[in-house]
């Protein structure tokens, strides 16, 4: 199991785009993959729970992956909030 925590540094936050871009990338997984933001907690698979989070410019992420690909998957989601979901530029 591994852990990252990831900043949101795009202008409007985890909206749709960005959330299905997250959900891209764990539904192909193996691994179980988790978000957290705040006091909430959610699977990180659904794009409907990651767009609950409302997760605003500025704020840290929680990812909690746990599978055979979780280093895979990690890479990934730490290049897409890099990349700052591809909005800014």
Same mark, same amino acid.
């Given at each position: 199991? =591994? %852990?990252?925590?990831?900043?949101? %540094?795009? *202008?409007l936050g ?7 871009m997250i959900? +891209? =990338? %764990?539904?192909?997984?193996? $691994? !179980?993959?988790? =978000? ?5 907690? #959610?699977? #990180? *698979? $659904?794009i409907l729970?990651?767009?609950?989070? #409302?997760? /605003?410019?500025?704020? +840290? =992420? ?6 055979? !690909? /979780? &280093?895979?998957?990690? /890479? +990934?989601? &730490? *290049?897409?909030? #890099?990349?700052?979901?591809? &909005? !800014?530029?």
């Amino acid at each position: 199991m =591994i %852990t990252r925590v990831l900043q949101v %540094t795009n *202008k409007l936050g985890i909206h749709a785009r960005p959330a299905g871009m997250i959900v +891209e =990338i %764990t539904t192909h997984a193996q $691994s !179980d993959v988790q =978000i957290c933001y705040g006091d909430s907690r #959610a699977n #990180a *698979k $659904s794009i409907l729970n990651v767009m609950m989070l #409302a997760a /605003e410019p500025g704020s +840290e =992420i929680k990812f909690v992956i746990n599978g055979p !690909d /979780e &280093e895979r998957v990690a /890479e +990934e989601l &730490e *290049k897409l909030f #890099a990349n700052r979901f591809y &909005e !800014d530029g």
